[in-house]
């Protein structure tokens, strides 16, 4: 058996693929709408499958499979899919999966972005029962012979509820219906749902995938271990005779090419190269928001969330499945909204802005910006109150970084 080398070693020298032999160490970025063909024949052979070939960018391109390869590498899939944002790549593989009359079972405390989504599939009429926790009670509880898939967050942001992939994906299975997990926070690099029993991994590369905060970009990764019945996953029969790659097939050669939610070969290269320092950005990163969530933990007057805190309800899992990592993001309480606002706007280095995953510090007020439309009930039950401040921790310097965020804390009071 092939012996599994070190993850940034796996990153730079993986079996990715760049394309033409011309012995690039990247991948060109293919920057065209399509592909020449010397004969008519062959591009229909292209088109017909019968030969491997790129016709036109939203259909296929080199750079796009480069990046897919990649990733569907680090996260051990079977196959992957680009898309233009994460949430093309959420709503792709849904609607891959589900048809009028289906139901889902998701978690609450969501993206915003996806609590919305969620909403639209209504009129389509794919409906969405919310379980509070993704647990075996409330599961076993919504389940019933319409649900055809369970979509949940590994790391919910901001909430930080982590998913029991084990526990979730075991229950899933009995019913014969796949786990879809958005490890868009957690990253290849603390957990591979794939591993611990998902079925199909989604991310947001806008985030932690490319760091640098350059692009726009989703992926979906197919852990083609699913054992299809397509008299119940009836999206996919016309898929049938792939048997267990029918979902991936279902996407790429149909809703994914005709929704037209490719990546740009840009953003593919731009992700491409991100990519591949995301071991040593995580690495940096959850230390930097280990020692900050624990400085500020220290301040008498604030409540700070994150999961390597003791105190905080999700702890087990830093051991359990996030490879002792507590991610990128914490949320600290400052007492008022004036106190949380006066904070953010005294901090030197963190960047005010609504993005998470980026080498730069961020901060936000969640609950004047992300639920700005959202009811009290709504914005609680994801962990958000007048007073919170969430932290998107960047790679800056650790002494620099908790300096900062402890004296606007005390230049606050
Ligand atoms: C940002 C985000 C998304 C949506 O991704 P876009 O690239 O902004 O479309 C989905 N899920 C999670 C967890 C996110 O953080």
Redesign the pocket.
């Known amino acids: 058996m092939e012996q599994e080398c070190g993850f940034n070693t796996k990153i730079l020298h993986g079996k990715t693929s760049h394309g033409y032999g011309q012995r690039e160490i990247l991948p060109p970025i293919s920057q065209v709408t399509a592909f020449e063909y010397e004969s008519m024949e062959e591009l229909e052979k292209v088109f017909s499958h019968k030969s491997m070939g790129y016709a036109y960018t939203r259909i296929g391109n080199p750079t796009l499979t480069s990046f897919e390869q990649k990733i569907n590498e680090l996260e051990g899939g079977i196959g992957a899919i680009s898309c233009s ?4 790549a ?1 709503s792709c593989a849904l609607l891959a999966l589900c048809e009028s009359g289906d139901e889902i079972i998701a978690g609450s405390g ?2 915003g ?2 609590i919305d989504l969620f909403h639209d599939l209504e009129k389509l009429g794919i409906h969405t029962v919310f379980a509070d926790v993704l647990d075996r009670e409330n599961i076993e509880r919504l389940l019933n012979d319409k649900t055809k898939a369970i979509f949940g ?1 590994l790391i919910s ?1 901001p909430s930080l509820r982590v998913l029991d992939i084990p526990e979730v994906s075991e229950i899933a299975h009995k019913a014969g219906i796949p786990l879809i997990v ?1 490890s ?2 957690a990253t290849p690099y603390i957990c591979r749902p794939l591993k611990l029993g998902a079925d199909i991994v ?1 991310h ?4 932690y995938i490319n760091g640098g905060g350059n692009s ?3 992926i979906i990764v197919d852990g083609g271990k699913f054992a299809w019945d397509f008299d119940k996953h009836t999206a996919l029969s016309d898929f049938k005779k792939y048997g267990k790659m029918a979902f991936l097939l279902r996407l790429r050669t149909d809703i994914w090419e005709n929704l037209g939610g490719c990546m740009a070969p840009l953003n593919a290269f731009l992700s491409y190269i991100g990519v591949d320092t995301l071991g040593l950005r995580m690495e940096r990163i959850c230390e930097n928001a280990d020692e900050l969530a624990k400085a500020l933990d220290d301040e008498a007057d604030i409540t700070v969330s994150y999961l390597t805190l003791k105190t905080h309800p999700y702890h087990k899992y830093v051991e359990k499945e996030l490879n002792g990592y507590g991610g990128g993001i914490l949320n600290f309480r400052a007492g008022s909204k004036e106190k949380a606002f006066k904070i953010i706007n005294s901090l030197k280095y963190a960047m005010i802005a609504s993005n ?2 980026d080498i730069r510090t961020l901060v936000i007020h969640p609950a004047s910006t992300l639920y700005i439309h959202s009811g009290r009930a709504e914005m609680e039950a994801a962990g958000v109150y007048d007073d919170t401040v969430r932290v998107s921790v960047g790679i800056e310097d650790k002494k620099d970084l908790i300096e900062d965020f402890v004296n606007a804390v005390r230049n606050s009071r």
């Open positions: 944002s994460g949430m093309s959420i969501l993206y972005g996806t967050e942001n958005d868009t926070t989604i947001s590369t806008s985030k726009i970009g989703g998470i995953g």
